[in-house]
């Protein structure tokens, strides 16, 4: 099913900040609000939908359409494009894998060669967990061969492009030293949390989210 374009209100509580009953006025309550957002200038979004996970209960609120030019409400079998918002999930996973002991965080996620100088290694320093989990990798916000003139290229950017790119570039500086914020590092986690596990990134979700 292809991506749509709604924004997606992501809300996560605990019995303990939202009971039960509270969480049955939570439309109601928010009704006002998010119909002023959506009529907000500046704000592109033709619908929004709120998840609600809390011990005993799970609830979908949705508002508006799935895009402009249908009148279809959004539903929840419907698949988002959530940016960032996967960043956080990652996260969560590299957490949980540091409490099973399957990672150490300051461990080299890649063993480097004496002589070595690749994306993962520089001058004998590979890139660890905590590099990537931090944005102290090294490594830049984007890989170079992404086509910025598409039209949602991320969303076009192939695993053939993203190989092409890790076999070419060559890191200028070591990990662990600046911040430098990179959507690339990030999704070179997930992956590396999904080749520990033997499983593909999404079923890694599924199993230790459920």
Not at 136 to 153: I, M, R, V, W, Y
Request: with cysteine.
């Amino acid at each position: 099913m292809r991506l749509l374009w709604v924004w997606l209100g992501l809300l996560l509580c605990c019995s303990f900040s939202l009971p039960a009953a509270a969480a049955d006025t939570l439309q109601p309550a928010l009704e006002p609000l998010v119909r002023d957002f959506l009529k907000a200038p500046g704000v592109h979004s033709p619908g929004l939908q709120v998840g609600l996970v809390m011990p005993g209960k799970r609830a979908l609120y949705s508002w508006g359409h799935i895009d402009r030019h249908t009148a279809q409400a959004p539903r929840p079998e419907h698949i988002y494009e959530i940016a960032s918002l996967s960043k956080p999930i990652t996260a969560i996973l590299v957490a949980d894998a540091v409490q099973r002991r399957e990672i150490a965080l300051d461990s080299a996620i890649m063993p480097c060669q004496p002589e070595e100088h690749s994306t993962w290694c520089y001058r004998r320093q590979g890139i660890s967990w905590r590099d990537l989990l931090t944005h102290h990798s090294g490594l830049p916000a984007l890989p170079d061969n992404l086509n910025a003139d598409l039209p949602q290229p991320l969303r076009q950017y192939t695993p053939e492009q993203l190989s092409d790119f890790l076999r070419r570039f060559r890191r200028t500086v070591p990990s662990g030293k600046g911040f430098a914020y990179s959507n690339l590092g990030y999704s070179l986690l997930g992956q590396a949390l999904a080749h520990k596990a033997g499983l593909s990134f999404d079923a890694l979700v599924r199993r230790r989210f459920s």
